[in-house]
C-alpha cells in the first residue's frame, strides 16, 4: 500500500524553527513531484511548497524566504524546513505525493506556533 507519513510537527514559539519530514513507501519515490500542503482552522487546504521529481522548487507567497522544501530520493523522503515561524503558520501540514494523476496523501501533522 502507498503510504505517507509525516513527522517533526509540533508546539514553536513565534520567531522559531521546525522540521518537517515526510517518508514515503508504495510509490516509485524519485518519479514523483512531492508537496507540502497545510489546512489552518476555519481555511482552505492551501499549497506551502513543491519540489519536481527533478528538484524543482515553488513556494507560496507567504513561506516564500522562510521555508524550504528538499528531498532525499535515497531515504524516500521529502521535508520542510521551517524558519521564522509566525502564528499564522499554524495548521495541519499534510505531505503528497504526485505522479500524472495519481495522487496520495498523508495523515497530516499539527504545527502550532504560540507563546
Known amino acids: 500500500q502507498v503510504q505517507l507519513v509525516e513527522s517533526g510537527g509540533g508546539l514553536v514559539q513565534p520567531g522559531g524553527s521546525l522540521r518537517l519530514s515526510c517518508a514515503a513507501s508504495?510509490?516509485?519515490?524519485?518519479?514523483?513531484?512531492m508537496g507540502w500542503y497545510r489546512q489552518a482552522p476555519g481555511k482552505q487546504r492551501e499549497l506551502v511548497a513543491t519540489?519536481?521529481?527533478?528538484?524543482?522548487?515553488d513556494y507560496a507567497d507567504s513561506v516564500k524566504g522562510r521555508f524550504t522544501i528538499s528531498r532525499d530520493n535515497a531515504k524516500n523522503t521529502v521535508y520542510l524546513r521551517m524558519n521564522r515561524l509566525q502564528s499564522e503558520d499554524t495548521a495541519v501540514y499534510y505531505c503528497?505525493?504526485?505522479?500524472?494523476?495519481?495522487?496520495?496523501w498523508g495523515q497530516g501533522t499539527q504545527v502550532t506556533v504560540s507563546s
Open positions: 503528497r505525493s504526485t505522479y500524472y494523476q495519481n495522487s496520495n
Open positions: 508504495g510509490i516509485i519515490f524519485s518519479l514523483n513531484a
Open positions: 519540489i519536481s521529481s527533478g528538484g524543482i522548487t
